[in-house]
C-alpha cells in the first residue's frame, strides 16, 4: 500500500524498541517507573526516531534538510 512505512532494525534496535514500548505500556497502564536506557540504547533508540520521523514526514530539528 501506498502510505505504509516499512522500517527494517537490526536485532538489537528491535530489542530495544520492544524495551521502550514495553515500559511505556507498563509505566501508563500501572505506574511502573521506567529504566532509563544505557547510552548506546538510547543511540539506536534516537536513530530509530529520527528515521521513523522522516519517513512520516516530519523534520528531525528545525534545520533538517534530510526530507
Ligand atoms: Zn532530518
Given at each position: ?22 515500559q511505556?505500556?507498563?509505566h ?5 517507573a521506567v ?33
Amino acid at each position: 500500500m501506498r502510505d505504509d512505512i516499512v522500517l527494517q532494525l537490526d536485532r538489537a534496535t528491535a530489542e530495544d524498541l520492544y524495551v521502550a514500548l514495553h515500559q511505556a505500556g507498563e509505566h501508563i497502564a500501572a505506574g511502573v517507573a521506567v529504566t532509563p536506557p544505557a547510552a548506546e540504547e538510547a543511540e539506536r533508540l534516537g536513530t530509530l526516531l529520527r528515521d521513523l520521523g522522516h519517513a512520516i514526514g516530519r523534520r528531525c530539528s528545525p534545520y533538517c534538510d534530510h526530507l
